[in-house]
């Protein structure tokens, strides 16, 4: 396998296993938005032509919050779902390599999102050694046959 083909399949197997680490990050944000809204609803509302606070307005006021606050929610249910989906896949992609040390590397990195460093020392490896278990992990992880298709 030329050099080239072999870096566009290890990209598409860091994407792959980057994914999971997408789905943490969308629900945190989620939720910080959801706190931020609710935040927005507790204090006094500020009229942006005066900057000066108002009492919060009527009942059409309280229904839009709550629809907004309702969509948010199902956003975060459905990312969660997904979350979940998505690290069963990548864990059963990962227990199918045999050695032990490629495991732990494509966990620690993908799934827990340790840094290097963090994993060589948890490993008692160097984070030179980290990186080969890495490259030898990637050359033996195999993408699942849907997403090879869809790509």
């Given at each position: 396998m030329d050099r080239e083909k072999l870096q566009t399949d290890n990209d598409r197997k860091k994407e792959y296993l980057k994914s999971y680490r997408k789905h943490v990050r969308r629900i945190h944000r989620?939720?910080?938005?959801?706190?931020?809204?609710?935040?927005?609803?507790?204090?006094?509302?500020?009229?942006?032509?005066?900057?000066?606070p108002h009492g919060?307005?009527?009942?059409?006021?309280?229904?839009?919050?709550?629809g907004d606050l309702d969509e948010m929610i199902q956003e975060l249910i459905n990312e969660r779902y997904l979350r979940i989906k998505t690290y069963q896949?990548?864990?059963?992609?990962?227990?199918?390599?045999?050695?032990?040390?490629?495991?732990?590397?494509?966990?620690y990195r993908y799934i827990k999102g340790m840094e290097w460093y963090e994993i060589a020392e948890m490993m008692g490896y160097s984070e030179r050694q980290v990186h080969r278990f890495h490259g030898k992990a990637l050359a033996h992880f195999e993408l699942p046959k849907d997403v090879i298709e869809c790509q």
């Amino acid at each position: 396998m030329d050099r080239e083909k072999l870096q566009t399949d290890n990209d598409r197997k860091k994407e792959y296993l980057k994914s999971y680490r997408k789905h943490v990050r969308r629900i945190h944000r989620i939720n910080a938005e959801i706190e931020e809204l609710r935040m927005m609803k507790m204090c006094p509302s500020m009229k942006p032509d005066d900057g000066m606070p108002h009492g919060s307005g009527g009942q059409g006021d309280l229904s839009g919050y709550a629809g907004d606050l309702d969509e948010m929610i199902q956003e975060l249910i459905n990312e969660r779902y997904l979350r979940i989906k998505t690290y069963q896949q990548i864990i059963r992609q990962i227990k199918r390599l045999k050695s032990e040390n490629e495991k732990d590397v494509l966990f620690y990195r993908y799934i827990k999102g340790m840094e290097w460093y963090e994993i060589a020392e948890m490993m008692g490896y160097s984070e030179r050694q980290v990186h080969r278990f890495h490259g030898k992990a990637l050359a033996h992880f195999e993408l699942p046959k849907d997403v090879i298709e869809c790509q």
